[in-house]
């Protein structure tokens, strides 16, 4: 029995990226957060040594990949590579924000795929298998050789718009892109599905053109993957009022809020927006009143422990 125990040894660590989910994750599962020194040598390359024995171990490192992105993408790469090292038996990077996921594709000449590139390196690196949470581009999944069990917030955020009992509520996705997305929601929901058919004209400006659906005198809720500068949720809040909707909230998966996102949210037309904790919230977050923060610590908490002990874990695919 303690040689089965030992077998069966779970150890949870954590970069820099994201502690405070991490602590919430170990609570859940009920373990400690592994020791483990992160830090930078003098001229700024990170530095890792694992502060306990990991030989034997089933072992998850919690790290989103999120602002500042090769900081934490390093701290992830060399915390695996100490754990091979460290003959850990198994290795899964749970990685609640996929950073470079954006670049999926070959859509112009002449440029990278750098979500490719980040599957290889952490594969390298010594990653046995990932876990992740709703995937800007679900093909990433495809990009790895080894397992990826892929995780959506999709219970999470329901569950908090069923308790509103919002009425004449329509879901709406920004774009044509992430219909798929929105429909699923509005399936859950019981609610009709409208669409934003936008034009961008380049990465950091979008033109909203038109509505389909009927929005007018209803309650919308826009639902997207992420929120990044924040011009999609704007400007298609303020194209929703302009056809005649009732309130507009929206909510999305990762709240990256770049440049002064969360200044331009507070000003707009959208009632509230709705993420979750997969990234830090940026600390002028904290007072938008319009941000509601969700955490998705259970849900990866039971994510890991049906991996550890080797359950099903399409019971928590929605």
Excluded: W
Aim: aromatic share 4%; charged share 25%.
């Amino acid at each position: 029995m303690a040689a089965r125990a030992k077998e069966r040894n779970l150890k949870v660590f954590t970069g820099n990226a994201h502690p405070e989910l991490a602590k919430e994750i170990c609570r859940h599962l009920g373990v400690p957060l592994g020791a483990a020194d992160i830090g930078r040598f003098p001229d700024g390359e990170v530095r890792v040594q694992l502060g306990e024995n990991v030989r034997g171990a089933d072992v998850f490192v919690i790290q989103p990949t999120c602002k500042p992105v090769n900081d934490n993408l390093m701290e992830l790469l060399i915390m695996l590579d100490s754990l091979r090292r460290a003959s850990a038996k198994r290795i899964t990077a749970v990685m609640p924000y996929y950073g470079y996921a954006r670049q999926d594709r070959k859509d112009r000449p002449r440029v990278p795929i750098s979500a490719k590139l980040v599957a290889d390196l952490i594969t390298s690196a010594g990653a046995h298998r990932v876990l992740a949470l709703d995937l800007h581009a679900g093909q990433i999944q495809g990009y790895f050789n080894i397992p990826v069990d892929h995780l959506f917030a999709t219970p999470v955020t329901v569950n908090y718009f069923r308790r509103l009992h919002l009425k004449n509520l329509t879901v709406v996705s920004p774009d044509t892109g992430g219909v798929e997305r929105a429909r699923a929601f509005a399936k859950k929901l019981q609610a009709p599905l409208a669409i934003i058919d936008k034009r961008r004209e380049d990465a950091n400006t979008v033109e909203v053109m038109n509505v389909i659906g009927e929005v007018e005198g209803r309650i919308c809720l826009i639902v997207d993957d992420m929120v990044d500068t924040g011009g999609t949720l704007i400007r298609g809040a303020k194209t929703l009022k302009e056809k005649g909707a009732a309130k507009v909230f929206a909510c999305c998966v990762h709240g990256v809020f770049a440049q002064n996102a969360l200044a331009k949210i507070c000003d707009s037309d959208l009632e509230q927006v709705v993420t979750t904790n997969s990234i830090p919230l940026p600390p002028e977050g904290h007072a938008c009143a319009r941000v509601r923060v969700l955490s998705v610590a259970k849900l990866l908490a039971e994510a890991i422990g049906s991996i550890h002990e080797e359950t099903s874990v399409s019971r928590l695919f929605i």
